[in-house]
């Protein structure tokens, strides 16, 4: 069982939007604003999306954003391509004993 | 651009060690603004950190597998290294390396570079 919760699956058509929640607790998502989110298709490497909670990495559209309220974070997704298919994966810093954990993933089908 | 590259055996036999080292291309290992660290992800199944090493050999370990991981650095090459004792095929997984940075001079999950990931199956 993984320390952050996912929902399994989520959907959305081509231009909508979609959110995807990253629940954990006051140890982890809700103590500290340092949850990052991954995307990943599959076969391939995760790729850094969204970190400190809302920050964007270079590169990374603006249709992506994060935000975090109380023991849940969330990664917004924004109209909708066919390429952002894939898993996405978040992870929030743990406290000096347990450090990094990640949510279980949430597969997002796009109609 | 920098660039991970995990190297190592695809298959080792139960109770046995795994042994990865990830060659770091592009960039130093030994910049102070870095962790470098080890993720995996059994088949079918999401991301387990691992644990992370500083240049200077610090090293932080997940609690659920701390007495069976050994991660080092050898900055000379450019590399860091995994080591996971008495494995079972519950350790078979892809396995990244990824840089991440720090907060409080901790590690900080922000895992802005990866490599490719290589899979080892544990079998005999």
């Known amino acids: 069982q993984s320390a952050l919760t996912q929902p399994r699956s989520v959907s959305g058509s081509p231009g909508q939007s979609v959110t995807i929640s990253c629940t954990g607790t006051?140890?982890?998502?809700?103590?500290?604003?340092?949850v990052s989110w991954y995307q990943q298709h599959p076969g391939k490497a995760p790729k850094l999306m969204i970190y400190?909670?809302?920050k964007r990495p270079s590169g990374v559209p603006d249709r992506f954003s994060g935000s975090k309220s109380g023991n849940t974070a969330s990664l917004t997704i924004s109209g909708l391509q066919a390429e952002d298919e894939a898993d996405y994966y978040c992870?929030?810093?743990?406290?000096?004993?347990?450090?990094?954990?990640f949510g279980g993933g949430t597969k997002l089908t796009v109609l | 651009q920098l660039q991970l590259q995990e190297s190592g055996p695809g298959l080792v036999k139960p109770s046995e060690t795994l042994s990865l080292t990830c060659t770091v291309s592009?960039?130093?290992?030994?910049?102070?603004?870095?962790?470098w660290g080890w993720i995996r992800q059994p088949p079918g199944k999401g991301l387990e950190w691992i644990g992370s090493?500083?240049?200077?050999?610090?090293?932080y370990y997940n609690p659920s597998l701390k007495s069976r991981v050994t991660i080092s650095v050898d900055t000379s090459k450019n590399q860091f290294s995994l080591k996971l004792s008495s494995v079972t095929a519950a350790d078979t997984a892809v396995y990244y390396c990824?840089?991440?940075?720090?907060?409080?001079?901790?590690?900080?999950?922000?895992?802005?570079?990866w490599g490719q990931g290589t899979l080892v199956t544990v079998s005999s």
């Open positions: 592009g960039g130093s290992i030994s910049s102070s603004s870095y962790y």
């Open positions: 006051s140890s982890d998502v809700g103590g500290y604003n340092y």
């Open positions: 090493i500083y240049y200077s050999g610090s090293t």
């Open positions: 400190d909670v809302s």
């Open positions: 992870c929030s810093y743990a406290g000096s004993y347990t450090f990094e954990v």
């Open positions: 990824a840089r991440h940075g720090m907060v409080r001079g901790v590690p900080r999950p922000n895992f802005d570079y």
